[in-house]
């Protein structure tokens, strides 16, 4: 019941916001500073690097002070967690891979999905592993990856390179015929 107590703060705004932070972003912009603008850079994060949904703790307050930092790159991958669902989102160069988790995973967010999404069908709550799994992501030359969303009880969700270098055009992934609760 503690452990429960400390992580449903976590969401409910008892606990504080997510952010990276000065020293953080210091940090990144020392290691960024050796790096080649044309060389694929891959971040990974707990918490998406952008702004979904505040309500959620889904959501980085200083994510637009990162973004500044990965932008002048010609193609930046962030992988991240916390929302423990199926998420792609693109913002400029910058593409944003949310993880499955072996926890229950949230709904998605009322306002709505960034566009690149695929979304997953929503588990059946009376079923204990519904919604849960993990991934295997590809990082390919160009800098791009192919991410296959391993969902237990449930198909492969595949999101590719070419998927996301055609902005959602080409290679669509499959959507599931199965039942959303």
Do not use: C
């Amino acid at each position: 019941m503690q452990r429960m107590q400390i992580v449903s703060g976590l969401d409910d705004g008892r606990q504080s916001a997510f952010e990276v932070g000065e020293e953080e972003r210091a940090w990144l912009k020392n290691d960024l500073a050796k790096v080649p603008k044309t060389k694929p850079v891959i971040v990974f994060s707990h918490s998406p690097l952008y702004k979904l949904y505040r309500p959620w703790n889904f959501w980085t307050d200083d994510a637009e002070q990162v973004q500044a930092l990965l932008r002048p790159f010609n193609m930046v991958t962030v992988i991240h967690g916390h929302t423990h669902q199926v998420l792609t989102n693109r913002l400029g160069n910058i593409h944003f891979h949310g993880m499955l988790s072996t926890a229950w995973p949230w709904p998605y967010a009322p306002q709505g999905l960034p566009k690149l999404t695929m979304m997953m069908n929503r588990p059946d709550p009376f079923n204990q592993v519904e919604g849960m799994g993990d991934g295997l992501i590809k990082v390919n030359v160009s800098g791009y990856i192919d991410h296959e969303y391993n969902m237990w009880n449930r198909n492969p969700l595949k999101v590719s390179e070419r998927y996301l270098s055609s902005n959602g055009t080409l290679d669509r992934p499959s959507r599931t015929t199965l039942s959303t609760y």
